[in-house]
């Protein structure tokens, strides 16, 4: 007994520390290397089915939190998943409530990661980079290099894992570390460690990854796993919780929401350690794997747990969370253009899709305030009016540099035309603008200068005319942002009855102009050009539809 004691205590002197940390650095770079390509490259695999699938199956809280689940097992990301959910709230097509069961989901999903990476299979780990980078060289199509990217980088995880283990092998026999992670099986230090460390390296898939290589090498005991694994989701809900800080109110919410899920299921479950420990005991398999369990179980029961409630939950974070009124200068910043997705160009022109609409509401709000500013206004609501525009300036750059960003990532045919398309209706809208400033503002000017007074008659004629304006606008919205190829061509057939409203202001302008009445030529002259900027913005409110539009349909939706 002392001769092994004795042999122990050289073996602890003899770790060589500066080949441990490299190991283990590197093995860590390795593994978080291999996660960020096996993530991003799944993103691109899944691409817009993540949205439809969303979308479908949402309705329901119970399906919605296996919906969550699902595409977050599917991406092996749940910050990707909430940042889906709160471009939908934004855009209406999803509500607050509906979107706390895919959040809870989420969690269920993350839990998938644990569960790849407790399989031994660290002896493979070369031959799937060796045969994952082979497909992404030689393979043409571009959803085969994305696959052939996934096993690189699930081959990288594993090679990352087996660096780390064989770099840390050395600690079973140093007093120091075994004495240290004793003192880690109080589940609330565990819990704190766990916390930090995945604040720290901002990935709780890198602490998953490290409690089970601990756990392969004998290094910690189940309950210091289990404490370990319930900081980590402490330490991501933190993390994304940051994250949304300075963004929409529904972001903050999701955030939110997401912080409040894990921290107090972490709390709940902190005193029953123990008791988790003999339920997974009980199920079997090596400590890795009953850690990797563990993770799972507690995250699902969690999940059923508070699904229940989401209705009480979405009050609750309604109250924490309240929307405010917006205070925003003239030079607005952009709400939703998140660089992160960049990465991801069918999540990063969503977004785009997002800034855009917010952009259509300060347009839609100038066209519907200017005709009555024009005809009956002061001086002042027209300038007011004018300044809005500078809003629109600003928005219009931002998201134009952000579109000239993905312009620059890979891009599929499909991704490019919808670039494009947004490109395009950008400009239209910011085109829109700069008609109400410089033309329609202009005339109201000159009216409240010349003092002239709008007869009855002209005012009912040119209101009906700017109210089917106002409603080709609303429509090419619609069409663009929820892709609504109907609404698309409902613009389209509304030109007959532009064009026929039109022809009635021009009968009732000739009489107008031969009629004996004050300041004709001047009214006549105003309403002429009235008609004339409104039917320019009709056009573009077309060119805006017809985005959403198949492009072999687009020929027939001329701009004529």
Do not use: C
């Amino acid at each position: 007994m002392t001769s092994f004691v004795a042999q122990a205590a050289v073996e602890a002197e003899a770790i060589d520390y500066v080949l441990l940390f490299s190991g283990l650095l590197g093995g860590l770079a390795i593994f978080l290397l291999g996660m960020d390509r096996m993530t991003e490259s799944l993103r691109v695999v899944a691409g817009d089915r993540l949205r439809t699938v969303l979308l479908r199956l949402t309705r329901n809280r119970f399906v919605g939190m296996l919906t969550g689940a699902g595409i977050t097992a599917v991406i092996q990301s749940s910050s990707v998943t909430t940042v889906l959910v709160v471009g939908f709230i934004s855009s209406g097509l999803m509500t607050f409530e509906q979107s706390l069961g895919v959040i809870i989901g989420a969690n269920i999903g993350t839990t998938v990661t644990a569960q790849i990476i407790a399989f031994k299979v660290t002896t493979y780990a070369l031959f799937a980079v060796a045969g994952g980078f082979a497909v992404t060289l030689l393979s043409k199509r571009g959803d085969r290099q994305a696959l052939g990217s996934v096993v690189l980088g699930l081959g990288l995880v594993f090679f990352g894992m087996s660096l780390m283990g064989d770099a840390m092998s050395p600690l079973r026999t140093n007093e120091t570390f075994t004495d240290l992670m004793a003192d880690l099986e109080n589940p609330f230090l565990g819990v704190a460690v766990g916390a930090g460390f995945t604040a720290l390296v901002q990935s709780s898939s890198a602490t998953s990854g490290i409690v089970i290589v601990l756990a392969q090498q004998g290094l910690i005991s189940l309950e210091t796993g289990i404490a370990l694994v319930l900081g980590a989701n402490i330490g991501t809900s933190v993390t994304a919780l940051l994250a949304s800080v300075g963004k929409s109110r529904e972001a903050l919410r999701a955030g939110v929401a997401h912080a409040l899920f894990n921290v107090g299921g972490a709390l709940v479950w902190l005193p029953f350690v123990g008791v988790l420990g003999s339920l997974v005991e009980g199920i079997g398999g090596q400590t890795a794997r009953q850690v990797a369990n563990a993770h799972t179980i507690f995250n699902v029961v969690n999940a059923f747990l508070i699904v229940g409630f989401v209705p009480a939950f979405a009050r609750l974070l309604d109250r924490l969370v309240s929307d405010r009124p917006e205070e925003e200068a003239r030079t607005v910043r952009a709400r939703y253009l998140d660089r992160t997705l960049l990465r991801t160009p069918s999540l990063a022109l969503d977004r785009a899709r997002l800034e855009l609409l917010r952009m259509a509401d300060r347009v839609r709000s100038m066209l519907a305030d200017i005709l009555p500013a024009l005809l009956r206004g002061t001086r002042w609501t027209l300038l007011d009016i004018e300044e809005r525009d500078d809003e629109v300036d600003s928005l219009h750059r931002q998201i134009i540099a952000y579109l000239g960003e993905i312009s620059q990532t890979r891009l599929s045919e499909r991704e490019t035309e919808e670039l494009i398309g947004l490109m395009e209706a950008t400009n239209d809208l910011e085109a829109i603008g700069d008609l109400i400033e410089t033309n329609l503002v202009a005339l109201g000017l000159a009216r409240t200068e010349q003092g002239l007074t709008v007869s009855h008659e002209t005012t009912r004629v040119l209101t009906e005319f700017h109210e089917q304006i106002v409603q080709s606008l609303d429509l090419a919205m619609l069409a663009l942002t929820q892709k609504n190829e109907d609404a698309a061509r409902r613009v389209s057939r509304m030109k007959r009855e532009v064009n026929s409203l039109e022809r009635s202001a021009a009968a009732h302008q000739a009489q107008r102009l031969v009629a004996d009445a004050p300041d004709r030529v001047a009214n006549y002259r105003l309403e002429v050009d009235v008609i004339s900027t409104l039917k320019r913005i009709y056009y573009f409110a077309k060119r805006i539809a017809r985005v959403s539009v198949p492009h072999e349909e687009k020929a027939g939706m001329t701009d004529d």
